[in-house]
């Protein structure tokens, strides 16, 4: 079964230009995005795959497949640890 | 426990007052500040009384008497405040207990080896911070003047000389609004700052450099020790849209003085950081994180934001004021 990866429901997020704020209401904490790591976030709205995420991201940003996967799965790794995200389907 | 007041400072009670065949009725007073207003027990030392227009916001009481010393229902505290989503409670040692409720309520129980400078600027300070707050405005800690294009603000950490600068900028001409408190009320599309107590406080040095006299303060704010230069009143309190923010910050070897525009998040960590409730946005109450976040960004996306950088020491002061108030001015042509 292939993990999935989606953005908690109760995450706030603030678009600020090409950069958002996104707010973690449980621990009250919030991080930055720069612009990538704002568009996975948007991409996150819905489930997806470490394998959807890049081939988004690759398509969006001039990112070679590998550096993205890996760049890509370690933001994810943060972001779980974080609250912000949740894998689904393990 | 009760509360205590030295005898010194016992007033006539209102008993006292009662004449034969009437009964006299104790009047209270009311004010307008920082946007909102306010009905006092006591007057505000050396403030004229104004009320607010018929038909605003409903008053903020203030009232003196017993405050207990905790919350029934705590949702975040520290050393000296406890809060959930509707009461804040803060004790400034030796200076006054605050209870502060649903925006509306403000009761203070003064406290021994206090004076009444502290007392009042717990009140309107704090008080009225976390008063606003509880309305769903967002108080911040900054200083600011009013230009012809709106109101300008200050903020930076204590010490930073945000009064200093605001009191610089009233000797080249500039209104005063507002000197440690900025209230922003959210219209529309815009965050208006209402006027607040007109005074600057100012520490020894600071006075020195604006070549404010010290004999000519209204009073003198023991802890710090900050003299309290009071301001004409404009009349009607004043409030006008907010269309910049300094964040002000000392100069150091990685950091060069200068004036800078702050974008994204980048401005909303320095935004977050001028919040003036002494609970820090992780630390308020889960129900009030949300709406505080989400303000908080839309004043990032509606105000400009600029990092002001200058040397800590006064040799440059002049140089850098005349560069503020020229970047001020650029805006408004």
New interface residues.
């Given amino acids: 079964m292939t993990t999935k990866y989606r953005r908690q429901e109760d995450a ?1 997020s ?8 996104v ?1 973690n ?6 991080l ?3 612009a990538t790591a704002a568009y996975l976030w948007r991409l996150l709205e819905e489930p997806r795959s470490l394998d959807e995420l890049c081939k988004a991201m690759t398509a969006e940003f001039a990112v070679d497949t590998a550096g993205c996967r890996e760049s890509v799965a370690t933001l994810l790794a943060k972001l779980e640890g974080d609250g912000l995200v949740i894998a689904i389907d393990r | 426990m009760t509360a205590h007041r030295p005898a010194s400072e016992e007033r006539p009670r209102e008993a006292d007052r009662h004449q034969e065949g009437s009964l006299s009725v104790p009047s209270r007073h009311h004010y307008r500040l920082f946007g909102l207003n306010f009905d006092s027990e006591r007057p505000i030392p050396g403030l004229a009384e104004n009320r607010g227009e018929p038909g605003t916001d409903q008053a903020v009481s203030i009232d003196f008497g017993y405050v207990p010393p905790h919350l029934h229902r705590v949702d975040a505290r520290d050393d000296l405040y406890e809060a959930d989503s509707r009461s804040y409670l803060i004790e400034q040692p030796h200076v006054v207990r605050l209870l502060i409720e649903d925006g509306s309520s403000i009761v203070a129980q003064p406290l021994p080896g206090g004076d009444e400078v502290l007392l009042w600027n717990s009140i309107l300070g704090a008080g009225a911070s976390v008063a606003g707050f509880q309305r769903g405005h967002i108080p911040l800690h900054a200083s600011a003047i009013l230009t012809a294009g709106g109101a300008v603000a200050f903020g930076g950490r204590s010490g930073f000389g945000k009064s200093t600068l605001v009191g610089a900028l009233v000797g080249r001409g500039f209104d005063l609004l507002a000197d440690d408190l900025v209230l922003l009320r959210q219209e529309g599309e815009q965050f208006v700052v209402g006027e607040g107590v007109p005074e600057v406080r100012l520490l020894d040095d600071a006075a020195m450099q604006l070549g404010w006299p010290q004999d000519k303060a209204f009073a003198l704010q023991s802890n710090a020790p900050k003299y309290v230069f009071r301001r004409p009143a404009a009349g009607t309190p004043r409030e006008a849209p907010l269309r910049r923010f300094y964040c002000i910050e000392f100069a150091s070897p990685g950091v060069a003085p200068g004036i800078r525009r702050l ?7 320095h935004v ?1 950081e001028r919040f003036r409730v002494r609970m ?5 109450p ?1 129900e009030l ?2 709406n505080a ?2 303000q ?2 839309a004043i ?2 509606r105000i400009e934001i600029f990092h002001f950088v200058r040397p800590k020491a006064y040799d440059q002061f002049d140089f850098w004021l005349d560069e503020l108030g020229a970047h001020i001015k650029a805006e408004e042509r």
Avoid: C
């Fill in positions: 706030v603030a678009d600020l230009g090409d950069e958002l704020a707010l209401l449980e621990s009250g904490s919030y930055g995005f720069n | 974008e994204g998040t980048n401005a909303m960590r977050i820090r946005l992780h630390e308020l889960p994180r949300r976040f989400a908080m960004a990032i996306a």
